[in-house]
Nanobody, 121 residues
Framework: QVQLVESGGGLVQAGGSLRLSCAAS????????MAWYRQAPGKQRVFVAK???????NYADSVKGRFTISGDNAENTVYLQMGTLKPEDTAVYYC???????????????WGQGTQVTVSS
């Protein structure tokens, strides 16, 4: 199976920056995509940013121009550099990886445990 470990969350003032990391480990045959989602209190989990295996990226409109997703294919790690943070960015951020745990398996959705990001005004 695939395990995801996130880090980098914390408390930051509005206008500040944070960098989240998510490292995938375990039985990984191939990765289709790595992404970040977030869930604010009382709200549903929503898409933030995604990076496909070919390197293409896409972002939610709410974070375009402020957040950057990048990855280290050799380390199976994805990063989310967050800048010009706003109080409305406050949420638990979840790493999502779509991967095959083995050659004969289908692509499967994996989730990290989440990391809290709090932006104070």
């Amino acid at each position: 199976q695939v395990q995801l470990v996130e880090s980098g969350g914390g408390l930051v003032q509005a206008g500040g920056s944070l960098r989240l990391s998510c490292a995938a480990s375990g039985s990984i045959f191939s990765i289709n995509s790595m992404a970040w989602y977030r869930q604010a209190p009382g709200k549903q989990r929503v898409f933030v940013a995604k990076m496909n295996s070919g390197g293409s990226t896409n972002y939610a409109d709410s974070v375009k121009g402020r957040f950057t997703i990048s990855g280290d294919n050799a380390e199976n790690t994805v990063y989310l550099q967050m800048g010009t943070l706003k109080p409305e960015d406050t949420a638990v951020y979840y790493c999502n990886v779509i991967a095959k745990p083995g050659a004969s398996y289908s692509y499967t959705n994996y989730w990290g445990q989440g990391t809290q990001v709090t932006v104070s005004s």
